[in-house]
């Protein structure tokens, strides 16, 4: 059962310190939602953070402006613990304990698999980005928008929905962001820094990585893998990866992609996208993990090779069905 911003706003206005966690491995709706919420507290004279235990991924720096910390000592016993864009504590792994220290939890998410667990939950499936459901929450506290907060929210939703391409783009979307205009929205800026800012070192370890693709599944499937080695050998970063299997997706006849990110030797990480019809959620949980219809992930605790083979596997079997 969800909540309603109503209440939820209400918890908020007695809060004397909050702190945001997005989830591992955050993208740009997890810190553009978490940053619009952190400058909005902080105008209202909340004492607020967003947590993090990892470097923030380059095309996304512009967003922090001193909002995040790894510092554990600052969050501790917080009024309101916010989980945003994720909706499972072993999404926010190592920050588990500064998350239940605070006094209330809450949780607002836009994921398919998200099962409501904290005192306070807005869970919306289908809603495009998590930035779409933090806009109509900023509305109920009453929040007067600014550049920063709008530029947050434009970075949210803009790369939750493809830039506006994927399937979960809709109406309401564009109507958001028409009224982040009024709040100071740079969207050209934005764009640039999320789109047009990647390393050489990034873009060589995407041609790798597109060179090693195999297609299968009749022309309608398509892997690929990100190693140690070849992260060694482009000077490329793991953060670095999210795009190809983007690109994998955008091949001509291919409807579902999955990119395996091997992290060490039995820690693989597989991001999986469709295009239309294939749900990717629903195979993302036969491996433990969850997401979206046309775009989910999972962990995997086997080799780069064996999870490449139960992949491929499971794929093929839901594509002959």
Same mark, same amino acid.
């Given at each position: 059962m969800n909540n309603s911003f109503k209440e939820i706003a209400a918890e908020i206005k007695k809060a004397k310190k909050i702190v945001l966690y997005p989830h591992m491995h955050m993208d740009g709706?997890?810190? +553009?939602? %978490?940053? !619009?919420?952190?400058?909005?507290?902080?105008?209202?004279? =909340?004492?607020?953070? $967003?947590?993090?235990? /990892?470097?923030?991924?380059?095309?996304?720096?512009?967003?922090?402006? +001193?909002? %995040?910390? !790894?510092?554990?000592?600052?969050?501790?016993?917080?009024? =309101?613990?916010?989980? $945003?864009?994720?909706? /499972?504590?072993?999404?926010?792994?190592?920050?588990?304990?500064?998350?239940?220290?605070?006094?209330?939890?809450?949780?607002?998410?836009?994921?398919?698999?998200?099962?409501?667990?904290?005192?306070?939950?807005?869970?919306d499936s289908k809603a495009a980005a998590t930035g779409e459901l933090v806009f109509e929450l900023l509305n109920e506290l009453g929040a007067k928008g600014d550049s920063v907060t709008a530029n947050a929210l434009f970075a949210a939703i803009t790369t939750d929905t493809g830039n506006f391409q994927y399937s979960n783009t809709d109406k309401l979307s564009h109507e958001i962001v028409a009224k982040l205009y009024d709040w100071g929205l740079e969207s050209s800026k934005i764009s640039i820094e999320i789109y047009e800012n990647y390393r050489l070192e990034r873009l060589k370890l995407e041609a790798e990585a597109m060179s090693n693709s195999v297609i299968f599944g009749g022309g309608r499937a398509a892997i690929t893998t990100v190693t140690q080695e070849m992260l060694r050998e482009t000077g490329a970063l793991m953060n670095e990866t999210e795009s190809i299997v983007d690109n994998l997706r955008s091949i001509r006849g291919v409807e579902v992609a999955i990119l395996l990110k091997e992290e060490e030797e039995k820690l693989i990480r597989a991001s999986i996208r469709s295009k239309e019809w294939f749900d990717v959620a629903e195979l993302a949980t036969a491996f433990g993990g969850g997401g979206h219809k046309h775009a989910s992930g999972f962990t995997s605790h086997k080799t780069l090779s064996e999870t490449w083979e139960d992949a491929k596997r499971e794929i093929e079997k839901r594509l002959d069905l």
């Open positions: 709706d997890a810190l +553009g939602s %978490c940053v !619009s919420l952190c400058h909005v507290f902080r105008g209202e004279g =909340i004492e607020s953070y $967003v947590y993090i235990q /990892e470097d923030i991924p380059d095309n996304l720096k512009f967003l922090d402006n +001193g909002y %995040c910390t !790894s510092d554990e000592e600052k969050v501790k016993n917080a009024d =309101i613990s916010m989980l $945003v864009d994720s909706g /499972e504590l072993k999404r926010i792994k190592g920050r588990e304990d500064a998350f239940n220290s605070g006094k209330t939890s809450i949780c607002i998410d836009h994921h398919e698999t998200t099962a409501p667990f904290c005192d306070f939950n807005y869970i």
